[in-house]
């Protein structure tokens, strides 16, 4: 197997779960999906000590470890073998992954030709089936 290249350490920041609207829990018609209040006295926008807290940019992970995989790859999916050509260059980046809509017969030629290519496959063993079960 490939290994990928030397990378910084992956931070996780342990903060805020999930940004929640405001009101959310109190009113059925406003939904969860995070709005940025604009009321003139509302004491979320105005972050008063207690109410809950507004994305900032503080939030954010490192610029370089952001979307990385626990491996050290970053994902990048595909649907045919065409696209696997892409990663030839960049296999010690990028780690392929075959897409949900893609058929377990397409799924076999994907992973042989990755094989070939030195390419890992993130979801390589979906929808594969031994040949004990036919």
């Given at each position: 197997?490939?290994?990928?290249?030397?990378?910084?350490?992956?931070?996780?920041?342990?903060?805020?779960?999930?940004?929640?609207?405001?009101?959310?829990?109190?009113?059925?018609?406003v939904k969860e999906s995070w709005r940025?209040?604009?009321?003139?006295?509302?004491?979320?926008?105005?972050?008063?000590?207690?109410?809950?807290?507004?994305?900032?940019?503080?939030?954010?992970?490192?610029?370089?470890?952001?979307?990385?995989?626990?491996?050290?790859?970053?994902?990048?999916?595909?649907?045919?073998?065409?696209?696997?050509?892409?990663?030839?260059?960049?296999?010690?980046?990028?780690?392929?992954?075959?897409?949900?809509?893609?058929?377990?017969?397409?799924?076999?030629?994907?992973?042989?030709?990755?094989?070939?290519?030195?390419v890992r496959v993130t979801n390589a063993?979906?929808?594969?089936?031994?040949?004990?079960?036919?």
């Amino acid at each position: 197997m490939v290994a990928p290249l030397k990378h910084t350490k992956i931070v996780k920041k342990h903060g805020q779960k999930k940004f929640v609207r405001f009101q959310s829990d109190t009113k059925i018609a406003v939904k969860e999906s995070w709005r940025k209040p604009r009321g003139i006295d509302n004491r979320v926008r105005r972050r008063f000590k207690g109410n809950r807290p507004m994305p900032k940019i503080g939030y954010g992970s490192n610029k370089k470890t952001r979307h990385m995989l626990p491996n050290g790859f970053f994902k990048f999916t595909v649907h045919n073998v065409k696209e696997l050509e892409l990663l030839l260059m960049h296999n010690r980046k990028y780690t392929a992954e075959i897409a949900h809509n893609v058929s377990a017969r397409n799924r076999k030629t994907i992973v042989d030709r990755a094989a070939q290519l030195d390419v890992r496959v993130t979801n390589a063993n979906a929808r594969l089936r031994s040949e004990e079960a036919e």
